[in-house]
C-alpha cells in the first residue's frame, strides 16, 4: 500500500513533466489556431504561446480594420482558449533578440513558428524613400495602436493620395482616409490617428494596379464597403473593361461577380456635384519613378502604361514604353508583405520570404524534417489568403505535430524547469496582466464613447500591468 502511494504521489508530481509541451511563437490568429487544433487534438498537451509585444492577438489587433469590428469577435474565442489550464500566454518575450529558439527548445517537445509577416515587399524604384512615401503595414499600424509606428505622423496636406496594389489592404485605406471623422472616432481607432486624420485635406484617392480589372485582389464585399461611403463617388472608366465585355460569362462565379459589380460602376458612373471626395481605380500602370518638388518633397509619381501577356494561365503586366504622371502629395505602397529571419538557427528562405516546410514540418537544406519544429500562418505559406485560409493552414500543422507526438517523433524535454522561472528576468507577461490592460482600455474608450481606446507605448502597457500587481 505504502507502495502503490508513493507511485500515485510520483506520478502527480511529475505528470506536467511527462506530458508533451508544445511553445508557438506569436500570439496572432495561427498561433491561436494551432493552439486550439492541437489541444482539441491531444487531450495531454499543454501550449504557450510566446509573444514579442505584452499584449496579444497580433493581425487581429493591428492588422484588422476600426470599422470591421466583427472580425475580431475571434478574440472572445481566444480569450477563452488563452485562459483555459492547458494554455498560457506569455508576452514581452522577443524570440531571436531576449532569447533564442534554441533557449527556448529544451523546454519543450515542439517549437511553432507562427510570428507572421514583419516586413514589407518594396518596389525598387528612385523615390521610394521619400517621406511622403509609406507602407501599407506602417500607416495601418498607425492607425491601430502598433507601438513601433505611432509617430508615423503621415503629412496628408496635399488634397490627392495614391495607393499602389489592389487588395483589400488598398481598400482599407482608402475608406480610412475618405470615411468622415463622425463615423470613425465610434471605432477603436487610434485617438492620435483621429487627430492627424482631422488636419487631412484628402479629397481624392487613386488606387494603381500594374495589371487588369480581371486581377484585382479584393473581394467583393470590401468592394461594395467602398461603395457605400458616404459622400464619395467611386470612378471606374468603361474602356478599361470592353475588352472583357464578351468573356464575364465563362469566368469562375467569384470573379465574374466581382467584374460584372465593377463594369456596372463604371458604365452607371456620372459627375456628383455633391459628393466631397473621390476613388478612382486606375488599371495597367506600374510606378517607376516618386517624383520631387526642387526642395525635395514628393510631387507626384510617374506611371508606365501596360498591356497585358497570357501565358497558360499566367496573366503578366508588360511595358509599353508610355508614360504619365500623376501629381499627389501622399503615396501608400500596399503591394503585400513578406515574413523575416528572427533567428538565424531557423531555416529561411528569403526568396519565398517563408521558412522551408513539409505540411508545417520545417525542413533543413536538405530537405529533412528537423523534429520538433514546425510553422504555421503566413511565415509558412507567404503572406495572402483570409482569416479562414489561416484557420485551416494552422490546423493542418497542428495535425502533423499531434501525429508526431504520438508516434515519438518529438524530441525529449530537456529541462523540467518552468521556462517562467527561466524568463523571469525578462518580465514577462501573463494573459491576467493582459487583462488588466484590456480593462483600461476599454475604460479609456467608454469616457470617448468608442469601444477601445487602445494603448500604444510598450512603457505604459507595462506600467499598468506591474502597477496592478503592486497594488493586488
Not at 1 to 9: G, K, Q
Not at 53 to 78: M, S, T
Not at 370 to 392: A, E, F, H
Amino acid at each position: 500500500t505504502f507502495h502503490s502511494n508513493m507511485v500515485r504521489v510520483f506520478l502527480s508530481l511529475f505528470s506536467n513533466v511527462l506530458r508533451p509541451r508544445v511553445a508557438i511563437i506569436g500570439s496572432g490568429p495561427a498561433g491561436f489556431y494551432t493552439a486550439q487544433h492541437l489541444i482539441k487534438r491531444n487531450t495531454d498537451v499543454f501550449v504557450d504561446i510566446i509573444e514579442k509585444l505584452p499584449v496579444p492577438f497580433g493581425l487581429i489587433r493591428f492588422g484588422v480594420a476600426p470599422d470591421h469590428p466583427e472580425i475580431k469577435n475571434v478574440i472572445n474565442q481566444f480569450t477563452t482558449l488563452a485562459k483555459s489550464e492547458r494554455c498560457r500566454f506569455i508576452g514581452n518575450i522577443n524570440v531571436g533578440k531576449d532569447v533564442t529558439t534554441n533557449d527556448i527548445i529544451r523546454f519543450y517537445n515542439a517549437v511553432i513558428m507562427s510570428y507572421g509577416a514583419e516586413d514589407d515587399k518594396l518596389l525598387g524604384i528612385p523615390g521610394e524613400s521619400l517621406e511622403g512615401v509609406v507602407s501599407a503595414r506602417h500607416f495601418v499600424g498607425w492607425y491601430n495602436g502598433l507601438p513601433e509606428y505611432r509617430n508615423l505622423n503621415p503629412d496628408l496636406s496635399g488634397d490627392t493620395a495614391v495607393i499602389i496594389g489592389l487588395g483589400n489592404v488598398a481598400l482599407d485605406i482608402t475608406r480610412i482616409l475618405l470615411t468622415p471623422l463622425e463615423l470613425l472616432e465610434k471605432t477603436d481607432i487610434c485617438s492620435h490617428s483621429v487627430e492627424g486624420l482631422r488636419k487631412s485635406k484628402i479629397k481624392k484617392v487613386i488606387l494603381i494596379g500594374r495589371r487588369g480589372p480581371l486581377q484585382t485582389s479584393f473581394t467583393i464585399k470590401e468592394f461594395r464597403n467602398v461603395l457605400k461611403l458616404p459622400g464619395c463617388q467611386t470612378i471606374l472608366h468603361s474602356k478599361d473593361f470592353d475588352p472583357y465585355r464578351g468573356v464575364t460569362k465563362d469566368l469562375p462565379r467569384p470573379r465574374k461577380r466581382m467584374t460584372e459589380l465593377m463594369m456596372k460602376t463604371a458604365d452607371e458612373f456620372r459627375n456628383c456635384d455633391e459628393a466631397s471626395t473621390s476613388l478612382e481605380l486606375q488599371f495597367l500602370r506600374s510606378p517607376v519613378e516618386f517624383l520631387t518638388t526642387p526642395e525635395g518633397f514628393l510631387r507626384g509619381v510617374k506611371l508606365e502604361i501596360n498591356e497585358l501577356q497570357t501565358n497558360g494561365d499566367t496573366v503578366k503586366a508588360v511595358g509599353t514604353g508610355q508614360y504619365e504622371e500623376i501629381e499627389c502629395s501622399f503615396v501608400v505602397r500596399s503591394i503585400g508583405y513578406k515574413s523575416t529571419v528572427i533567428d538565424p538557427d531557423i531555416p529561411f528562405d528569403s526568396h519565398l520570404g517563408i521558412i522551408p516546410n513539409n505540411g508545417g514540418r520545417v525542413v533543413d537544406s536538405n530537405g529533412d524534417v528537423i523534429q520538433g519544429l514546425y510553422c504555421s500562418g503566413w511565415v509558412k505559406r507567404g503572406p495572402i489568403g483570409t482569416i479562414l485560409t489561416t484557420m485551416n493552414d494552422a490546423f493542418e500543422t497542428a495535425e502533423a505535430i499531434a501525429h508526431d507526438i504520438a508516434n515519438d517523433k518529438v524530441p525529449l524535454i530537456a529541462s523540467n524547469t518552468d521556462i517562467l522561472r527561466y524568463l523571469e528576468c525578462r518580465k514577462p507577461v501573463k494573459f491576467s496582466d493582459w487583462e488588466r490592460i484590456d480593462s483600461e482600455e476599454q475604460r479609456r474608450g467608454q469616457k470617448l464613447n468608442k469601444p477601445r481606446e487602445k494603448i500604444v507605448s510598450i512603457e505604459e502597457m507595462l506600467h499598468i500591468a506591474t502597477l496592478q500587481k503592486q497594488n493586488n
